[in-house]
């Protein structure tokens, strides 16, 4: 016999097994997907081709490959961070960007995504693990709260992480779709793949860590 929690976990799981359910044409008569139009590969970057060899500048290497294999860090809080799970599985596949390997430990990671809620007690936290991230590194505000508080205008909640840490790219939405932080993905590639080497070096970024009391 069934206890009444294990006749409802069941219950439960078989709804949303129906609410879930599979377009037909993967069930019946499966259609074999047309990819041949569909594939696109990433841009050679500008140089000099001749017989058997390519030459181009460092820099553009550098950046197509970092564009490519970015790492990202996940730092989700609230609902955002469902959207986010949306965006990793395999209806959307972020992983087709490069970025299959999310990463939790800071030191290996080079994108902070930061989505959901910030309270200000939480803000030194983010911006420890910022701090942990090896150079070069990234942060994209996920989410109209990690972007500007959202609609928790309160003493309690950081109105905009971009108040401690500096953020390259901003996705609205309460919560954004999938598609919008993908595109907000896009966004951190094409910074990522333009920026040259010796930023990192340079006063005008030493000086907007310095605003931040980052040394």
């Not at 200000?120 to 500007?148: D, H, T």
């Not at 109105?159 to 953020?167: A, F, K, M, S």
Request: glycine content about 10%; some cysteine; aromatic content about 10%.
């Amino acid at each position: 016999m069934l206890g009444t929690g294990t006749f409802a976990a069941c219950f439960f799981i078989k709804f949303q097994l129906t609410l879930m359910s599979r377009p037909v044409r993967f069930n019946i008569n499966a259609k074999k997907a047309d990819v041949k139009d569909n594939i696109s590969l990433a841009d050679m970057p500008e140089g000099f081709t001749g017989e058997g060899f390519f030459a181009t500048k460092l820099g553009d290497v550098v950046g197509l490959a970092r564009k490519n294999s970015i790492w990202p860090l996940p730092f989700a809080t609230s609902c955002c961070g469902i959207e986010f799970m949306a965006t990793m599985a395999s209806h959307y596949d972020l992983g087709r960007f490069g970025a299959e390997r999310l990463g939790f430990s800071p030191r290996q990671c080079d994108l902070l995504m930061v989505m959901g809620t910030i309270a200000k007690k939480m803000g030194p936290i983010v911006k420890q693990v910022y701090l942990q991230m090896a150079e070069p590194r990234w942060v994209i505000a996920v989410g109209a709260c990690a972007s500007s508080g959202g609609i928790f205008d309160t003493y309690s909640v950081l109105q905009g992480i971009d108040q401690i840490v500096p953020v390259d790219v901003y996705v609205p939405g309460c919560p954004p779709r999938p598609e919008a932080i993908l595109d907000g993905f896009m966004r951190i590639q094409d910074l990522v793949g333009q920026e040259t080497l010796r930023r990192r070096n340079g006063d005008h970024y030493k000086a907007l860590l310095g605003t931040y009391g980052i040394q």
